[in-house]
T-cell receptor, first 117, second 111 residues
Framework: DAGITQSPRHKVTETGTPVTLRCHQT?????MYWYRQDPGHGLRLIHY???????DKGEVSDGYSVSRSKTEDFLLTLESATSSQTSVYFC????????????????FGSGTQLSVL | KQEVTQIPAALSVPEGENLVLNCSFT??????LQWFRQDPGKGLTSLLL???SQREQTSGRLNASLDKSSGRSTLYIAASQPGDSATYLC??????????WGAGTKLIIKP
């Protein structure tokens, strides 16, 4: 999976608890992304990062925050998890910004299955 | 607002058949269209990327076409094999460089 590790792979938590998902890359790519995938829907962008401490919101950012203190790590935090945040979360990386070029490929991690009860 | 649709949601065919997966989009102002493969419990793997100026791209038994004017793309898989079983997703990069995704077609190749 192009040197991308997501942890944990599975998580079950209760409504109202904080949850942090981690994405770790060994490719030294500048851009990192968090997506969620829900049945019947395409992937939706939550947040992305274009460098250390540089992040921006995606299409469905409400209820989520991110941090990137090192090039290789991108953390996604659900401050107070809700049942609507039950989903599969994917981290992706790219060398250039997919949002600024027309030929940029994304590489994905294996995903984290999160269940909020 | 750009919308991407993939029909059917699921498809089952016997091994050896040639098949076509469909992807349609509502706004022809796109920079590129990409096809991805997703295996259960795994991430997505990029298969083909067609830039807006191109009509098709080929990789092995896969051929993807793009018709911007009609808002359609097809992914042709020749001589299907059980190992081709997966979910196939398409995504378009719109005029704001945002990736808009279809929900995918789950393909099952029966031995």
């Amino acid at each position: 999976d192009a040197g991308i590790t997501q942890s944990p792979r599975h998580k079950v938590t209760e409504t109202g608890t904080p949850v942090t998902l981690r994405c770790h890359q060994t490719e030294n790519h500048r851009y990192m992304y968090w997506y969620r995938q829900d049945p019947g829907h395409g992937l939706r962008l939550i947040h992305y990062s274009y460098g250390v401490k540089d992040t921006d919101k995606g299409e469905v950012s409400d209820g989520y925050s991110v941090s990137r203190s090192k090039t290789e790590d991108f953390l996604l935090t659900l401050e107070s998890a809700t049942s609507s945040q039950t989903s599969v979360y994917f981290c992706a990386i790219s060398d250039g910004k997919a949002q600024e070029t027309d030929n940029e490929k994304l590489f994905f991690g294996s995903g984290t299955q999160l269940s909020v009860l | 607002k750009q919308e991407v649709t993939q029909i059917p949601a699921a498809l089952s065919v016997p091994e050896g058949e040639n098949l076509v997966l469909n992807c349609s989009f509502t706004d022809s102002a796109i920079y590129n269209l990409q096809w991805f493969r997703q295996d259960p419990g795994k991430g997505l793997t990029s298969l083909l990327l067609i830039q807006s100026s191109q009509r098709e791209q080929t990789s092995g038994r896969l051929n993807a076409s793009l018709d911007k004017s009609s808002g359609r793309s097809t992914l042709y898989i020749a001589a299907s094999q059980p190992g081709d079983s997966a979910t196939y997703l398409c995504a378009v990069q719109d005029s704001n460089y945002q990736l808009i995704w279809g929900a995918g077609t789950k393909l099952i190749i029966k031995p």
